[in-house]
């Protein structure tokens, strides 16, 4: 008997970038039910609020069937068993992805040893792209056009205008991916 097969896409998203949403279309299909896990960590120091990213992320994810966003804090497999989800999502750029990914994979297989992690590769146009990449490159005036989609772009910009620094001015900018 065929069960009903839920995803967790888990990430920092500050901001989601189009790598990202390439992943999302793809592991769409997939699955019966995808959810977005956005986590509200503060230690990481994110540009965005939880609800921003959120907010980003519904408005570009609208009119995708079978997706919806939540968020998360503490350990990404107890928000798992509460949504009752048995598989991470979890998009594979380069090389130097791998190591990381493999920790957390084995990880939370010891965590919770009925949970597999899947990974996905973004389409190659978007496997050099990372939110921290995006951030550094949008405050030091670069063009982000077919990298990021227009809710994070008004977002970033709305950042850039409520902190009165130019594009081309010095701003810390924070880490995540
Ligand atoms: O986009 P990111 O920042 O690489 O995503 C990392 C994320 C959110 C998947 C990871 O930090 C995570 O799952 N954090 C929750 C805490 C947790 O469960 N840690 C143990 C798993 S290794």
């Known amino acids: 008997m065929k069960t009903h097969q839920i995803a967790v896409y888990p990430g920092s998203f500050d901001p ?83 190591e990381y990914e493999f920790q957390m994979a084995l990880m939370n297989r010891r965590l919770n040893n009925h949970v597999e992690t899947v990974f996905l590769v973004p389409k190659d146009e978007y496997i050099y792209l990372s939110s921290r990449l995006v951030k550094e490159v949008f405050f030091l005036g670069g063009n982000l056009e077919g990298l990021v989609g227009q809710t994070a772009l008004a977002r970033l910009e709305a950042v850039m205008r409520e902190s009165g620094v130019t594009q081309e001015g010095a701003r810390p900018v924070p880490n995540g991916d």
């Open 16 to 98: 989601l970038h189009n790598g990202h949403l390439d992943i999302i279309k793809r592991c769409c299909p997939l699955f019966d039910e995808v959810i977005i896990a956005v986590l509200g960590n503060e230690s990481k120091e994110p540009l965005f609020s939880v609800a921003e990213r959120m907010d980003i992320i519904r408005s570009e994810i609208s009119g995708l069937r079978g997706c919806r966003v939540e968020s998360f804090s503490g350990l990404l497999v107890d928000f798992m068993d509460q949504q009752g989800a048995r598989v991470i999502v979890r998009g594979l750029r380069a090389v130097s992805d791998f």
